[in-house]
């Protein structure tokens, strides 16, 4: 079939299997020509089809030559109905670690269900023995408890009073002010619940009873600090109380990992285009101008080089981790710079509908979301008809 970009909300509804496999042979090329990295050899990524996952699982494969299993929860094509970007994606990323014969294989299901989490360590059983890097890189907004049964639901409010300020609606340029009302006590339960630590925990806890993690393992998640433009909505909102929690979670699953040797931390990455940050209000306008003032500058990174830096510069340096105070990798380092915030800060002053393609970066910010469903890549033709049908190899 030919497939064209349907766009709803901050969504797309369809996805291009040549255009995402395209976003993925463009992040190995990426990772190769910047040599080998001495880092993981078994790797599990958790949320590992889009986004900085992805990036992680390519960083692992093609930088450090890593075995590796992912699991992702991506929609699987139908007759005339395009797959998930993930799908696509994963796809990709199979036949790509084949063809360099690195073992890869991928678990399609819930992660913060039981049942996942049992298939995914009966396969490093049986393939791998153990993994020495867990990468947790789960963006959702639900999760059912596999405990209680219940299906919390994040949401992306301010805390305490109404939070006012500058938006943009991407997809037309519209910058307005929104007001957003502040959460109830339930919604900050509700996405800590989904967005906290808690089922990385479990995910620890049952790689270690199952002896799945070997000495010296480390596992990773990732936060998320930002400005104080978008403190209100975001460090400060819901979504930071669930980062405080993952971020206090890293000390808890530290503990635990003690016998091992082993670590958890908590890296701090900069903000980027992924169907995450997409739906959060007020975050694509500050992206928009962080990215024209940090290309400008010479130093904006996408996933794939933020992951390489983090993987190369942080985590693999043969000299030990370099954290902040609270103990987290920042690899958040070049957005949070002085001279950068300052920039931003003006720029958002001054932002309105007419100045923005001008002062901002809004067609670098549409031309990575239509990136993340495979479209808009130069040479892909998107005229031509495709399969949509496409399987996943080594998918269990
Ligand atoms: P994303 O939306 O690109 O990726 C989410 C991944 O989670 C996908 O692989 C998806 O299949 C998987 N997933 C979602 N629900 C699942 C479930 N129930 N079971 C199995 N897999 C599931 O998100 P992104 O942006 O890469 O986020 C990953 C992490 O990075 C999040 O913790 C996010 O807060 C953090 N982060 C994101 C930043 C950004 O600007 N995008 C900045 C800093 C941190």
């Not at 949401?155 to 943009?168: A, E, H, M, Q």
């Not at 502040?182 to 620890?204: H, K, Q, R």
Request: net charge neutral.
């Amino acid at each position: 079939m030919v497939i064209e970009p349907k766009m709803r909300g901050f969504i797309c509804l369809t996805a291009h299997p040549e255009g995402c496999e395209k976003a993925v042979l463009n992040q190995i090329n990426y990772i190769k020509s910047k040599g080998q990295i001495e880092g993981p050899k078994k790797v599990l990524v958790i949320g590992a089809s889009t986004g900085f996952g992805l990036a992680s699982r390519i960083t692992s494969a093609f930088g450090a030559n890593a075995a590796t299993i992912g699991v992702f929860f991506e929609k699987p094509p139908l007759d005339g109905k395009t797959a998930s970007p993930g799908w696509y994606n994963s796809a990709a990323f199979q036949t790509q670690a084949r063809e360099s014969g690195l073992y890869a294989k991928s678990i399609n299901g819930d992660a913060f269900s039981n049942e996942i989490k049992q298939k995914t360590i009966n396969l490093i059983k049986s393939d791998l023995g153990k993994v020495d890097l867990v990468i947790y890189s789960l963006a959702s907004p639900v999760r059912t408890h596999p405990v209680t049964g219940i299906t919390h639901r994040s949401v992306l409010k301010p805390i305490g009073s109404p939070y006012t300020n500058k938006t943009v609606d991407f997809h037309t340029g519209n910058v307005s002010t929104i007001t957003i009302t502040p959460c109830t006590e339930e919604d900050i339960n509700n996405t800590v619940a989904v967005m906290g630590g808690e089922d990385w925990e479990m995910w620890i806890d049952a790689l270690i009873k199952a002896d799945a993690l070997s000495d010296h393992a480390i596992t990773l998640a990732y936060s998320y600090i930002g400005p104080s433009l978008t403190e209100a909505v975001y460090r400060k909102g819901t979504i930071g109380k669930a980062k405080d929690h993952l971020e206090a979670t890293a000390f808890k699953i530290t503990d635990k990992l003690q016998s091992l040797n082993g670590k958890a931390y908590v890296s701090v990455n900069k903000a980027l285009v992924t169907q995450a940050s997409s739906a959060i209000p007020v975050i694509p306008l500050y992206i928009s101008l962080l990215y024209k003032t940090m290309k400008e500058k010479g130093i904006h990174e996408g996933c794939i080089e933020q992951i390489q830096r983090l993987f190369k510069e942080r985590l693999y340096t043969g000299n030990g981790v370099p954290t902040d105070e609270k103990g987290r990798i920042r690899i958040d380092d070049w957005e949070m710079r002085k001279d950068v915030q300052d920039k931003v800060a003006e720029l958002w002053s001054l932002a309105t509908t007419e100045n923005l393609p001008e002062i901002g970066d809004l067609q670098g910010y549409k031309s990575d979301f239509l990136n993340l469903f495979g479209f808009g890549f130069a040479d892909v033709n998107y005229a031509k008809d495709v399969n949509e049908n496409i399987t996943i190899d080594g998918l269990q």
